[in-house]
Each structure stands twice: as structure tokens, then as C-alpha cells.
């Protein structure tokens, strides 16, 4: 609604318990940023003052996942990952598309991506070196029945997954 889009972002902290989380990711503390919609009601500077007041009050994410609807202005998507960046995450910066990056110019928000630090996944997963840790992103649905082609994004995105392996699936309307 645009009264809550007005209003600082929020900082819950929820804290999940896995039975089966391998010993090296015990602790993990992931920051998952969405649907900032830069250039409407936020800018870049709103994302660096968040950073800031982060790294001020101590919070280390070890893993940042970006989930979609970054930037109506996508000239604000590069400075936006550039900020994004001082949180120097050590398992890294994971990204999937929302409905507005393919409403805009989603060629050229994969380009700003390819220039990043942050890895952009469509319909894929990657394995994070040194863990058993598999992050994998769906695409957007774009009209049509979202059970069905949401199956099949998962499907798809996990495949390279390990029995083993603890899989953190990235999607803008989950």
C-alpha cells in the first residue's frame, strides 16, 4: 500500500531452526532486501543510510539475497548493488528478478548485474564455495498460473542440487 511504502525499512529478524543445517552454517545470518522501488519513494542514499545504520549497529550478514523490484529508475540499480556491496556478506550477494525488472529493461538489468559482485540467478542455482549451502533463484510470473509455472521454476533452479545440500530458493512472489 503506498502508506506502508512511505515509512523507514523495517528490520524484523526471524530466527529459523533446521534440523538438517550442516555444522558450518549454523549461525548464518542472511539479509534479504526487496521490492525497494528506487526512484518512487526511495533513493540510493536510502539504501546507503540502511547499510550505514547496519554496520553502525554491528549486523554482519553472511549472506545477502536480493529478491526482486529494485529500481523503477535503473539508472539507481548499479549505485544501489554498489552500496549493497560495503556489507562485504562472506558466503556473497545472491539476486533474482521481480515483475518490474522485466516490465522495464531486463537486458540491461542483467548487464548492470554482470558488473556486480552480486550473482543474478534465473532459474538456476549455485553451490557456495566451502559450504553445502545451494542458492537458487526462480524467475518471475508473469500472468498465467503461477502453481504450475512455479513448480516448474523450482524444479528447474534446484536441480543441481545435492541430497546433502541445504538450498535457499530467491523469489520475487514466493
Known amino acids: 500500500s503506498v502508506l506502508l511504502a ?9 530466527r529459523l531452526e533446521l534440523a538438517a543445517l550442516p555444522p558450518e552454517l549454523a549461525g548464518t545470518c542472511i539479509l534479504q532486501l526487496s521490492d525497494l522501488h528506487l526512484g518512487v519513494e526511495r533513493s540510493v542514499g536510502d539504501v ?73 540467478l534465473e532459474t538456476e542455482g549455485v553451490h557456495v564455495p566451502g559450504t553445502r549451502l545451494f542458492v537458487a533463484g526462480t524467475g518471475d510470473v508473469m500472468g498465467g498460473e503461477p502453481d504450475a509455472f512455479y513448480r516448474r521454476e523450482v524444479d528447474r533452479a534446484v536441480r543441481d542440487a545435492g541430497s546433502a545440500d541445504t538450498v535457499l530458493l530467491l523469489a520475487h512472489r514466493p
Open 48 to 120: 546507503e543510510r540502511f547499510v550505514e545504520r547496519l554496520l553502525d549497529d554491528g549486523v554482519r550478514p553472511d549472506l545477502v539475497a536480493l529478491t526482486g523490484d529494485y529500481a523503477d529508475d535503473l539508472d539507481q540499480l548499479e549505485p544501489m548493488l554498489r552500496a549493497v556491496a560495503a556489507l562485504r556478506p562472506r558466503l556473497g550477494t545472491y539476486a533474482c528478478l521481480g515483475n518490474h525488472e522485466h516490465h522495464l529493461d531486463p537486458a540491461r538489468v542483467r548487464r548492470t548485474f554482470a558488473r556486480s559482485d552480486a550473482v543474478l
Open 6 to 14: 512511505n515509512r523507514p525499512p523495517e528490520r524484523p529478524v526471524r
